[in-house]
């Protein structure tokens, strides 16, 4: 009962997100507050994602929604068993990965600090993946 509260939770989250970042790849990322979603060095974005690069991370994380579901029972899945399995703690890896960071521009240990995207990395993005990571982890092995 418990997985299948958390696999329902990450899904929605991740959902949520390549749903948010469909809406960047349409919509573009040069809106006011643009600074929040990429890192900046001097003043500047560290790089300039495409709308190409926004429906790859959508597409990555429905997919990584898709494993953990799958994986917390929530829907059948046409792959072979254990795949689920594999798929959900890759995510959770990943996830986590993302939340110890590059140890430069993301993550809990980044070197750049003051820029709107750092503070916001610090206080929602690398928590979110952390937790992320670790409840697919959990899932993963349940």
């Known amino acids: 009962m418990l997985v299948a509260i958390a696999s329902a939770a990450v899904t929605s989250i991740l959902f949520a997100l390549a749903l948010v970042h469909v809406y960047w790849g349409v919509a573009g990322t040069s809106q ?14 560290a790089f300039r994602p ?5 429906y790859l991370v959508a597409a990555a994380l429905a997919i990584a929604g898709f494993l953990v579901s799958a994986q917390g029972g929530a829907i059948p899945s046409p792959l072979p068993p254990g795949w689920n399995r594999v798929g959900a703690a890759g995510v959770g890896i990943v996830f986590v990965a993302r939340a110890i960071g590059d140890f ?4 809990f240990f980044k070197k750049v ?4 995207f750092a503070r916001w ?13 670790v409840m697919s982890l959990w899932i993963a092995a349940a």
């Open 113 to 116: 600090h003051g820029t709107s």
């Open 50 to 54: 495409t709308s190409a690069d926004c």
């Open 32 to 45: 006011d507050g643009s600074s929040a979603m990429v890192p900046s060095i001097d003043g500047k974005p």
């Open 104 to 107: 430069r521009l993301a993550g």
């Open 121 to 133: 990395d610090t206080w929602l993005f690398s928590p979110l993946c952390l937790v992320l990571g």
